[in-house]
């Protein structure tokens, strides 16, 4: 990863993260307002428009750095993985206090009451970032409670992240998505990455490059292990075991498990090329 790649570089050519200076070439190098996402989740997007293509996602309690507001955006870059993009300036607030808890449920509720048939204010996908209260439903700054058991502690993490990625089989494809609302193939290996406590960067090559310790690449695809990342140019999966490869896919367009041997060769068929790399995290 070069210091100078567009998506994780807060730089045009009119306006600089200040902390560029001397690096980039900018008219104006200014000082980052950091802000955080008060929406369930929100788009990242590459232009300050609505229909603009997504890039990958902001979800609640991450922040954000703002270096330039204007037309109902914000150009800034996001605290969770440094990706730079255009987010929608009314899903931006003022952080309040710094978050205590993550959502380990597939998404919860923030309640208008400490009950469960009081209205819902908003709904929080997997890994959004909250500060909670005390009690079963526990209020959270800024108005609304949210069920307890639904949150852990941000220093608490899974201990497989391969079943954390298996729980979201069946979820749709989704492009730039990082929830169970939608994936995408390398917003799956991220998200499950993060609920183990593994902070990876956002895009496939960006993943490639920087994920754990390359290994040869088995010309019979045997000897590969529960955990082994599987990479093509522009895809990656996970192994489940031996032989089982998971994957957000846009083949079955959803978060899939299926033989490694036939995605393969369906990829090939497609013209996406063979396997570029295998990677394995340490022990």
């Known amino acids: 990863m070069t210091l100078h790649d567009p998506r994780l570089t807060a730089a045009r050519g009119d306006i600089a993260d200040r902390r560029l200076e001397g690096t980039v070439a900018a008219k104006v190098f200014v000082d980052g307002r950091t802000l955080a996402c008060v929406a369930g989740k929100t788009a ?30 914000c150009w800034g870059q996001s605290g969770h993985d440094g990706y730079v993009g255009y987010v929608e300036a009314g899903a931006l607030a003022r952080p309040g206090a710094a978050p205590t808890h993550r959502v380990t449920a597939s998404s919860t509720f923030v309640y208008a009451e400490p009950n469960l048939k009081s209205q819902v204010l908003k709904t929080l996908p997997f890994n959004a970032k909250v500060a909670i209260g005390q009690g079963d439903y526990a ?17 608490a993490t899974a201990g497989d992240w391969v079943a954390v990625a298996s729980r979201f089989v069946g979820t749709p494809y989704l ?40 290994i040869a690449i088995p010309e019979t695809l045997q000897g590969l292990t529960r955990g082994d990342m599987i990479f093509w140019k522009g895809h990656v999966g996970v192994m489940q075991d031996a032989v089982t490869l998971l994957h957000a896919n846009a083949h079955h367009m959803t978060v899939a498990a299926e033989p490694l041997h036939k995605a393969v060769v369906r990829i090939l068929a497609k013209g996406a090329g063979p396997i570029t790399s295998v990677r394995r995290l340490p022990s």
Do not use: K
């Open 44 to 73: 990242i997007r590459r232009r300050p428009s609505a229909d603009a293509p997504v890039e990958t996602e902001l979800l609640y309690g991450e922040a954000f750095a703002v270096f330039e507001t204007a037309g109902g955006f």
């Open 139 to 155: 209020p959270i700054p800024g108005g609304g409670f949210v069920f307890a058991r639904h949150f852990a502690p941000l220093g």
């Open 175 to 214: 492009w730039g998505g990082r929830t169970p609302l939608g994936y995408d193939c390398s917003g799956l290996i991220q998200s499950a990455l993060e609920a183990a406590g593994v902070a990876v960067l956002r895009d496939t090559d960006m993943q490639e490059r920087s994920i754990g310790n390359p």
